[in-house]
């Protein structure tokens, strides 16, 4: 059975500390998809690689995130510096392109205390 | 930039009433249309979705939806629902093309005996 795979499920940690969040694609997918879910914003896509290549991380605050595809098998979010605003569900989903659906995985729950 | 909007924030229905969620978007050109669920606690599943073809769409669960280019419009629709589908209801439309799914902020469902 498929399925994305994303590490730590929980993670809590201090103001100020490193987070990386990791993510396992399913074989054979070339997209790879980061959201952020909170109660306020709902969700929203913080960055997007195909092929590994980086394609949209607008909506990530470029200066404490960042995103990266070290080889077609892992997927990594990294917060450094982490703020008590950064606290929510971390998604991240797969999927071909030409797109069909991205399939998303059990996600990360951050919580910067 | 273009947007979902699901107009309902919570709805509660009783066990065996007919559900519609609306869902309309912004884009005007050609899009593919997703709905997801989302059960409490668990990652985003896809229900269904449609890309060409019949614009009425079945999916799984009982669940249906129906583009209509002319309103922008994808609502889901189930005649009878259940007790279990109480849960977080996502639109979410790409562009036809190589763009990521953008999400509707979600229509959270109860339904009570």
């Known amino acids: 059975d498929a399925r994305v795979t994303q590490t730590p499920r929980h993670k809590v940690t201090e103001m100020g500390q490193e987070v990386t969040m990791r993510c396992q694609p399913i074989?054979?997918?070339?997209?790879v998809f980061w959201y952020r879910q909170t109660m306020m914003q709902g969700l929203e896509l913080l960055a997007y690689?195909?092929?590994?290549?980086?394609?949209?991380d607008s909506g990530m605050p470029k200066d404490r995130f960042s995103a990266e595809m070290p080889d077609a098998t892992l997927a990594t979010l990294k917060i450094q510096p982490s703020e008590p605003r950064d606290s929510a569900v971390y998604f991240c989903?797969?999927?071909?392109?030409?797109?069909?659906?991205?399939?998303f995985g059990q996600g990360t729950r951050l919580t910067v205390v | 930039a273009q947007s979902v909007s699901q107009h309902n924030h919570h709805v509660i229905l009783s066990e065996a009433a007919s559900l519609e969620l609306g869902c309309n978007y912004s884009?005007?050109?050609?899009?593919?249309l997703f709905w997801y669920v989302q059960y409490p606690g668990q990652h985003l599943q896809l229900l269904l979705k449609?890309?060409?073809?019949?614009?009425l769409v079945k999916g799984i669960k009982g669940f249906e939806a129906e583009f209509i280019k002319s309103k922008f419009s994808f609502n889901l629709r189930k005649p009878s629902v259940q007790w279990s589908d109480t849960a977080e209801y996502f639109c979410?439309?790409?562009?036809?093309?190589?763009?990521?799914?953008?999400f509707g902020k979600g229509t959270r469902l109860s339904v009570i005996a």
């Open positions: 989903a797969s999927g071909l392109s030409p797109p069909t659906e991205a399939f």
């Open positions: 074989l054979g997918h070339n997209t």
């Open positions: 690689f195909r092929n590994r290549a980086p394609l949209d």
């Open positions: 884009y005007g050109g050609t899009v593919n």
């Open positions: 449609y890309f060409s073809g019949d614009p």
């Open positions: 979410a439309v790409s562009r036809s093309g190589n763009t990521p799914l953008v």
